[in-house]
C-alpha cells in the first residue's frame, strides 16, 4: 500500500503495468538465451555484439548485468578477460 491508500497495481496505468510485465519477461528471456547458448563467442559476437545485439536493445540488459553472467558462468580464460574488459569500455555505458 502507498501512503494514499491505494496499491501500487492501482496508481499505474494499465500501459505502464503492461509494458513492466514485457520488459520483465524480455530480461528473463534474454538471461535465458545467454546461459542456453553454445559459447561464450557466440555470446559475444551474435547476442552482446557490442551493445547493438539482442540481449542489449531488445533484453534490455545493462554491461553489468552482462559481466556478473560471465563471471558465473565461464572459467577464468584470456578469451573470458578480453570479454570482460570489452563489457567495461565506457562508450557501451552512454550507447545503451
Known sequence: MQPNGKSALTSMTSLQFAF???????RLQGIISFLSSDSMSYVETEL????MGPLAKKNYLMPDEIRSLVRAVYSDSPARTQFLQKLSSPSLLFRI
Do not use: I, T
Not at 513492466?20 to 524480455?26: G, L
Not at 552482446?48 to 551493445?51: D, E, I, Q, S, V
Open 48 to 51: 552482446w555484439a557490442l551493445g
Open 20 to 26: 513492466s510485465e514485457v520488459k520483465s519477461a524480455s
